[in-house]
């Protein structure tokens, strides 16, 4: 959700299509969002592509709605919870965003939720219209021709980084330690010391401890499994056994219930490695490295097989760019610390096993491949032919999606205001 800071916008309704409405307001604030990053072009023809995108995407909620398309109740809930989680980061705390939003918490959430919604059936339908589409070589190539030699990208210093990640194994004791430590804890709640004042003394969860523990309402869905099957059988201001998820070990204290959401606080201790559990990592790591040096395994094979990060590990191990899918990385887009460090390799060449933690507090170690180093240049083919082609494949799918628009306007009532006549794609009709 956006915040429109410019000059106020006298809001109206500037274009229908079946129930869904398009405000002056959208209009404003994606036009002013997209001149960030068009700068050069004409005002009038940038407003006329946020003006038909916006549209085109109301086309596409009536049609779900026309076609009773929807979105997995567990899908839908966990966006929110990841948008809600970093909107609260990023402001400091839920008492900043209600008073930044005017608005509470449940609020804000119920907002969101459909703003959340919209997007994600959105996306479902642009899904169903593109699935199929590709693009040849002859295409690209054709598409790249057709770009003024005046108007060629320049690209930065772009680099291939990847690494291998060993985490730290949590031994049996600490994790023994972890659970006391919450024992004692619900036992000084049981004698009346207070849960908030607690939590924020020693809970490690940065995000709720400072808020008494609390988390606020939440969907059924949204929490770690073992959380919520945990919290839900409570009663008002009851406390959990110690439950152990891929956080930790939580003591929880049920709040309230309210329809299909929940109010709870917890206390969360995370179990510590120790020197000996990290030693581990750091000696896989090295015996990886050594045989990725000795050329007996490929650094790919090496992150499918012993990498223990996701993300990264079904990708060979290396880092991709969010947008094109390529393993060449802008060095500013890249997180400074693997920019200094690699700053001191040459391509093909490895790190030592260095010590890594992740934000939520878990412990390893990391090796880091720092592949390849591309200077600042024009765009051209032969070095840029994956961010050309998926340039090529988005106008595909744009130009895919505006004949579908085409086709299906006919199944809708749609009108719009005639301030917008000049925009090409529904010229004939006015609100």
């Known amino acids: 959700m956006s915040q429109y800071t410019g000059n106020p916008v006298a809001d109206k309704i500037v274009a ?8 002056k307001s959208e209009v404003e604030l994606g036009y002013l969002q997209a001149k960030q990053q068009n700068q050069g072009v004409p005002s009038a023809t940038l407003k006329c592509k946020v003006f038909e995108q916006l549209l085109i995407n109301k086309m ?6 026309i076609d009773s398309v929807t979105v997995e109740d567990n899908v839908l809930e966990d966006q929110l919870g990841r948008r809600m989680a970093y909107m609260i980061q990023a402001i400091g705390s839920k008492e900043k965003l209600e008073e930044y939003y005017k608005k509470s918490i449940e609020q804000f959430k119920a907002e969101l939720k459909k703003e959340v919604r919209d997007q994600l059936l959105v996306q479902k339908i642009q899904e169903g219209i593109s699935k199929n589409i590709k693009v040849t070589p002859n295409e690209v190539k054709r598409f790249f021709n057709e770009i003024p030699k005046d108007s060629l990208p320049f690209f930065s210093t772009e680099v291939e980084v990847g690494q291998i990640i060993r985490f730290s194994q949590v031994s049996r ?3 023994q330690v972890a659970r006391q430590k919450l024992e004692d804890l619900k036992a000084r709640i049981q004698n009346g010391e207070d849960f908030s004042f607690l939590a924020r003394a020693y809970s490690q969860d940065p995000g709720s401890a400072k808020e008494g523990g609390s988390l606020g309402f939440w969907a059924k869905g949204a929490m770690v499994p073992e959380y919520e099957s945990a919290a839900l059988k ?16 939580h003591l929880i204290q049920l709040i309230e219930k ?17 020197e000996e559990d990290q030693m581990a990592a750091f000696h896989k790591l090295d015996s990886i490295r050594t045989a990725l040096m000795a050329d007996s395994i490929s650094f790919g094979e090496a992150a499918k097989k012993f990498s ?22 802008a060095t500013e887009n890249l997180d400074p610390g693997i920019f200094f460090t690699i700053d001191t390799l040459k391509p093909g060449q490895y790190t030592k096993a260095l ?6 507090g878990k412990r390893g170690a990391r090796i880091l491949y720092f592949k390849s180093k591309l200077l600042p240049h024009e765009a051209n083919l032969a070095q840029d032919y994956q961010k050309i082609q998926a340039a090529t494949l988005e106008k595909k799918k744009s130009e895919n999606v505006k004949k579908w628009f085409r086709r299906t306007k006919s199944e809708v009532f749609i009108s719009r205001d005639k301030d917008y006549g000049d925009c090409e794609i529904l010229k004939e009709e006015e609100l």
């Open 355 to 360: 010590p890594y933690k992740t934000e939520d």
């Open 234 to 249: 409570l009663e008002p201001l009851g406390l959990s056994e110690i439950v152990e998820s891929a956080f930790g070990y």
């Open 173 to 175: 004791k600490s994790k």
């Open 16 to 23: 229908r299509v079946d129930n869904q409405i398009l405000l």
């Open 258 to 274: 309210k329809g299909n959401e929940y109010n709870s606080r917890h206390i969360l201790i995370r179990p510590e490695s120790d």
């Open 308 to 329: 223990e990060d996701k993300e990264t590990a079904s990708n060979g191990g290396f880092f991709t760019d969010p947008q094109t899918g390529s393993t060449r990385i």
């Open 60 to 65: 596409m909620l009536a049609k779900a709605d």
